[in-house]
Antibody, heavy 119, light 110 residues
Framework: EVQLVESGGALVQSGGSLRLSCAASGFTVTSNYMIWVRQAPGKGPEWLSVLYTGGSTYYADSVKGRFTISRDNSKNSLYLQMNSLRAEDTAMYYC?????????????WGQGTMVTVSS | QSALTQPPSASGSPGQSVTISCTGTSSDIGGYNYVSWYQHHPGKAPKLLIYEVTKRPSGVSDRFSGSKSGNSASLTVSGLQADDEADYYCSSYAGSHNWMFGGGTKLAVL
């Protein structure tokens, strides 16, 4: 079964760091391009970062310089290292994958992991 | 960049049709035919309903359809069913390796 499972969400103090993980099954993270998206309470999703199959990475301005996307092929997992966390980073964080069968849409999603940043 | 604009809520009775709008700019919706729509039941993984404006993945009901005109896109849900009650999000590629999402529309089936 094709699926993504996020983990690592927690309550953390402002200025702290956290690393989120996204374990893939049923496909390899190197074969699809992967993104992180977050959804703050009561708001719509916000795209954060993309990791292409070739290894290139891009970030939204809101997290550039603070967050780093990466993958571990041996663990078939995607990661998001989050540093200098702020209260406004409080959100549910989702990883998603584009299999390539549906244009630039993301057809595989996880259920999310919650990050709460206390000030 | 601001999020794509969606109405916060929509509703309809079982069997009726409802259309959810999504307004962007010429830099996102208007500039690319990469509009997609997602259905999200809280606590579950979001589900891809529509991609490339009008296309449906296999397994998605043909009661869901998408369209686009200029800088706006729409999702129509026909023959409303109780299970359609969920949050719906539009998304568009916005160039320069960026994606935009809408603020979401909560659909109620009355």
């Amino acid at each position: 079964e094709v699926q993504l499972v996020e983990s690592g969400g927690a309550l953390v103090q402002s200025g702290g760091s956290l690393r989120l993980s996204c374990a893939a099954s049923g496909f390899t993270v190197t074969s699809n391009y992967m993104i992180w998206v977050r959804q703050a309470p009561g708001k719509g999703p916000e795209w954060l970062s993309v990791l292409y199959t070739g290894g290139s990475t891009y970030y939204a301005d809101s997290v550039k310089g603070r967050f780093t996307i990466s993958r571990d092929n041996s663990k078939n997992s995607l990661y998001l290292q989050m540093n200098s966390l702020r209260a406004e980073d409080t959100a549910m964080y989702y990883c998603a994958s584009r299999s390539g069968r549906f244009g630039r849409a993301f057809d595989i999603w996880g259920q999310g992991t919650m990050v709460t940043v206390s000030s | 960049q601001s999020a794509l604009t969606q109405p916060p809520s929509a509703s309809g009775s079982p069997g009726q049709s409802v259309t959810i709008s999504c307004t962007g700019t010429s830099s996102d919706i208007g500039g690319y035919n990469y509009v997609s729509w997602y259905q999200h039941h809280p606590g579950k993984a979001p589900k891809l309903l529509i991609y490339e404006v009008t296309k449906r993945p296999s397994g998605v009901s043909d009661r869901f359809s998408g369209s686009k005109s200029g800088n706006s896109a729409s999702l129509t849900v026909s023959g409303l069913q109780a299970d359609d009650e969920a949050d719906y999000y539009c998304s568009s590629y916005a160039g320069s390796h960026n994606w935009m999402f809408g603020g979401g529309t909560k659909l109620a089936v009355l």
